[in-house]
């Protein structure tokens, strides 16, 4: 029997001044990688896939933006979850 796959969404902010730059968008990808659910950003409409670097960098996110994260797969939660928490954390950034 196949396991139900999960789709799970969650609105963060970008509060680090810097927004998402080279170091913060490495960090989602990496953090990404270690799921199996496949992970996506939204932006008005635009969607990047998290474990893709150009793609997440692409989306221009300064200070103040707004973003669905979208996970779905087995450990959807759990990686919707994280992305939330790294966010939360403004990247190790102020």
């Given at each position: 029997?196949?396991?139900?796959?999960?789709?799970?969404?969650?609105?963060?902010?970008?509060?680090?001044?810097?927004?998402?730059?080279?170091?913060?968008?490495?960090?989602?990808?990496?953090?990404?990688?270690?799921?199996?659910?496949?992970?996506?950003?939204?932006?008005?409409?635009?969607?990047?896939?998290?474990?893709?670097?150009?793609?997440?960098?692409?989306?221009?996110?300064p200070q103040g933006t707004r973003l669905v994260v979208r996970a779905q797969g087995a450990d959807a939660r759990?990686?919707?979850?994280?992305?939330?928490?790294?966010?939360?954390?403004?990247?190790?950034?102020?």
């Amino acid at each position: 029997m196949q396991e139900k796959s999960h789709l799970v969404e969650r609105e963060v902010w970008v509060e680090n001044r810097l927004g998402i730059h080279a170091r913060p968008a490495t960090q989602i990808l990496n953090l990404a990688r270690q799921f199996e659910a496949e992970i996506l950003l939204e932006k008005e409409g635009l969607v990047a896939n998290a474990r893709e670097l150009l793609a997440v960098l692409a989306l221009d996110c300064p200070q103040g933006t707004r973003l669905v994260v979208r996970a779905q797969g087995a450990d959807a939660r759990d990686a919707a979850h994280a992305m939330v928490q790294l966010f939360a954390r403004k990247f190790g950034e102020t």
